[in-house]
Structure formats: structure tokens, C-alpha cells
């Protein structure tokens, strides 16, 4: 694989492995939201690990998936921080 014709962003990222692996391959970003903190997304978590720190983004997806804590409210730009910390 080469890398793309120009970059681009898997928004929202709540795909398997190999999708996150292909889209860095080709020169794209990984943009998690709030659903990297919910429980039962250690799977998200592990590839947010794997993708390199250059490639890696974080998004409100305002005003919808609200990070824990405040999972079920509506979602708001500050909110980035629980997500980044995760």
C-alpha cells in the first residue's frame, strides 16, 4: 500500500484494527469521540493505543456520544478533555 492521494480522517473510529492499521498506512488520521470512554469499548481503547501519536485525533461529535462522565447529556466541545485523557 501507498499512501492516498491526499489525507483524511476515519471520524468518529469504532471499526476493528485493521481498518485503523490501513487508514495510517495510507496517510489518514484516526479521530475517536467520546465512545473511547465508555466501558465496554476496551477493544476502541486498544487500537487507540496502536496508532501513532501524529495520526491520532480527538473529537466532541457534538452534540451527540458524551464521554464519561457525561454519557446520556448533551455533548460539548470542553467535554474533549475526558476523551484526550483516555
Not at 487507540?48 to 457534538?62: F, I, K, Q, S
Amino acid at each position: 500500500s501507498g499512501k492516498g492521494a491526499f489525507p483524511f480522517i476515519l471520524h468518529c473510529f469504532s471499526s476493528g484494527a485493521e481498518l485503523a492499521r490501513v487508514g495510517v498506512e495510507l496517510g489518514g488520521y484516526i479521530s475517536f469521540s467520546g465512545i473511547l470512554t465508555f466501558k465496554n469499548s476496551p477493544e476502541i481503547r486498544e487500537i487507540a493505543r496502536n496508532v501513532p501519536r501524529d495520526r491520532l485525533l480527538v473529537e466532541t461529535d457534538a452534540p451527540y456520544l458524551a464521554p464519561m462522565p457525561h454519557r446520556g447529556k448533551r455533548n460539548e466541545p470542553s467535554f474533549v478533555t475526558h476523551t484526550a485523557a483516555v
